[in-house]
C-alpha cells in the first residue's frame, strides 16, 4: 500500500512554526509578533526614554510622518525596544533611537512577555501606601496614564472624557521568579 502523504491520514497532524517569531530585548519577549512599524516618537519621548514594552499612541503631528507618544491610556500599540538599548543588528535601528527619533512600534495581534506593567493600583500611586495589583490568567488588560499595561481602566478612573479606556490584550502568564517576573500578554492593539 502506497504511503499517503495528501489528505493527511485520519488522526495526524500538521504543525506550522512559520509564523512564530523570537524577539528578545531587554524588558520585553516577542513569542508571536504582530505587525512591525517605523515611527517618529515626540521630543517628550526623545528626552524621557522609554522601555521596551511602552505603550504609545497617535499623536496629530502637523508633517507628514506617523508618530506616537507616550500612551495616556489610549492604545495605538507598543515600542519593542527600550529607548537605551541596542536594537536588532540586521535593522537600521540598532542605536539610532534617541539620535534620529524613531522606534519599532509593534500593534495588531500577539504574544508578549514584558515588564512594563503596573505593579500597584492607580489609586495608591496617587496616594499611598501603595497597593499592589494581583493579575490572573485572562484578565483583561489596558493601557494605563503612564502607557503602562494595567489591570484598571485608568482613564475612567482618572475622570477623562476619553472614558472608558479599550481593552488592549488579555493577561496569559502570571510574574513569577521563574519568568523573572514578566507579564505575559496576548494582546490584540
Not at 32 to 60: H, L, S
Request: proline share 6%.
Amino acid at each position: 500500500m502506497p504511503l499517503q502523504f495528501f489528505p493527511p491520514p485520519p488522526g495526524t497532524y500538521k504543525i506550522d512554526f512559520g509564523g512564530i517569531d523570537l524577539i528578545r530585548s531587554r524588558d520585553c519577549v516577542v513569542f508571536v509578533k504582530g505587525e512591525t512599524f517605523e515611527v517618529a516618537v515626540t521630543a517628550d519621548m526623545i528626552t524621557g526614554g522609554w522601555q521596551g514594552g511602552q505603550g504609545v499612541q497617535w499623536v496629530n503631528e502637523s508633517a507628514d510622518i506617523f508618530q506616537v507618544d507616550y500612551s495616556a491610556g489610549l492604545f495605538g500599540g507598543f515600542l519593542l525596544w527600550g529607548s537605551n538599548e541596542s536594537a536588532d543588528q540586521y535593522t537600521a535601528m540598532t542605536g539610532q533611537q534617541l539620535v534620529y527619533g524613531y522606534a519599532v512600534m509593534v500593534a495588531g495581534r500577539g504574544l508578549i512577555s514584558t515588564r512594563s506593567y503596573e505593579q500597584y493600583t492607580y489609586a495608591s500611586r496617587l496616594t499611598p501606601p501603595l497597593v499592589p495589583l494581583v493579575y490572573a490568567p485572562c484578565q483583561l488588560l489596558y493601557f494605563s496614564l503612564r502607557g503602562l499595561w494595567t489591570l484598571e481602566d485608568e482613564l475612567t478612573l482618572s475622570g477623562s472624557p476619553l472614558a472608558p479606556a479599550m481593552s488592549t490584550g488579555v493577561v496569559s502568564q502570571l510574574p513569577k521568579a521563574v519568568n523573572e517576573f514578566f507579564l505575559g500578554v496576548q494582546h490584540t492593539l
